[in-house]
């Protein structure tokens, strides 16, 4: 596996976490509100909350990534278990804990905005890497080997 491939995943799909946040937040409050009235009443109350959210979150990506990520990815390659599956429960796992441990009420909509923006930034993750044109994980590049 490239290591380039690994790094750009690894600075680039955190972002993903607050952002996925943000539109399961504002969609879910946009649902579940008594006159299906958007939570946000104008352009700027839209890019207040995406700016706020993503200026929030996105340190506490960074840090959920380096601090659980990044050893999580390192066990599961040196075991030879990295694969989609994995990537996904790990990062939908460390979302919803996370959520549900530093969030006041950790109630069920709480760990469900947890699991999906874990489950956003381990889908980012593993697309980045399992794209690197000569990573293992790309079955077009273990193709080219085999034969």
């Not at 607050?18 to 352009?43: I, Y």
């Not at 530093?102 to 469900?112: K, P, V």
């Not at 000569?134 to 080219?144: H, Y």
Request: glycine share 10%.
């Amino acid at each position: 596996m490239k290591s380039a491939a690994v790094i750009k995943a690894f600075l680039l799909a955190p972002i993903a976490a607050p952002f996925a946040f943000f539109v399961f937040f504002g969609a879910s409050s946009w649902v579940f509100a008594e006159d299906w009235a958007w939570p946000w009443a104008d352009l700027n109350d839209f890019v207040g909350a995406f700016l706020g959210i993503m200026m929030v979150g996105l340190p506490i990506s960074y840090a959920v990534t380096a601090i659980c990520g990044v050893p999580i990815f390192w066990a599961l390659s040196r075991l030879n278990r990295l694969n989609g599956h994995l990537v996904l429960l790990s990062a939908t796992t460390i979302g919803a804990s996370l959520f549900a441990l530093t969030w006041n009420r950790g109630e069920g909509y709480t760990i469900l905005l947890g699991g999906v923006s874990g489950f956003a930034a381990g889908l980012a993750f593993w697309l980045l890497v399992r794209q690197a044109p000569n990573s293992s994980l790309n079955p077009d590049a273990q193709k080219r080997r085999a034969g």
